[in-house]
């Protein structure tokens, strides 16, 4: 009865420890605060995982970490909040020789329907305000095509770089409406 009691003691201790350090049972409950999980990417050691926080109406990107039954945030890019007078908000996660999570939110109503990853022009090409879907798809070896679900898109890459943190946003139709090309803020661009 005794030793029962203290196995039972060291259980809890163990159990409270590992709460007190943010490791967890679930990956929602190791993120920070009230959040709902939109879409999930295995990553090489856990899982990449694209978040809202519905209370502060913003989205974060996580890296989080699973060892058996556990799980542990082992970073991300949280309370990235959608500007009023920009066409979409992006976070990026990763290192150069890690794997990069890339997540992208759209205002309600936008005509945005398609964003693609990656890059194959130069800046100063007069192709890249005119680009379109149809283009990029002659490029699978340099892009990542993902529909908008939900105001939402999520990458996974292999490693931050120019062309990792280059976005483009498509309507419909396929033609370009909006960019952020790397080292820039998103911006609208007027198709004719």
């Known amino acids: 009865m005794k030793f029962s009691i203290i196995m039972f003691s060291t259980l809890i201790i163990l159990l409270g420890g590992l709460l007190l350090l943010g490791i967890n049972f679930t990956p929602n409950s190791v993120l920070p605060g009230k959040t709902e999980i939109i879409e999930t990417y295995k990553t090489n050691d856990g899982l990449g995982l694209l978040y809202v926080d519905n209370v502060n109406d913003t989205f974060g990107i996580a890296d989080v970490k699973k060892l058996g039954p556990l799980y542990w945030y082992n970073g991300g890019s949280d309370s990235n909040k959608l500007m009023y007078d920009m066409p979409f908000k992006a976070a990026g996660y ?5 794997e990069f999570m890339v997540g992208v939110r759209i205002p309600p109503g936008s005509k945005i329907k ?27 070896d340099r892009y990542h095509i993902k529909e908008v679900k939900g ?35 998103p911006r609208f661009i007027l198709t004719p």
């Open 151 to 185: 105001n939402y898109a999520f990458f996974l890459t292999s490693g931050y770089s120019e062309n990792t943190w280059t976005l483009r946003g498509f309507d419909d139709k396929g033609n370009i409406v909006a960019d952020k090309l790397f080292g820039s803020n």
């Open 114 to 140: 398609y964003f693609s990853l990656g890059n194959h022009l130069e800046e100063a090409d007069p192709l890249n305000d005119r680009i379109t879907l149809e283009m990029i798809k002659q490029f699978p």
């Open 94 to 98: 990763g290192g150069t020789n890690d």
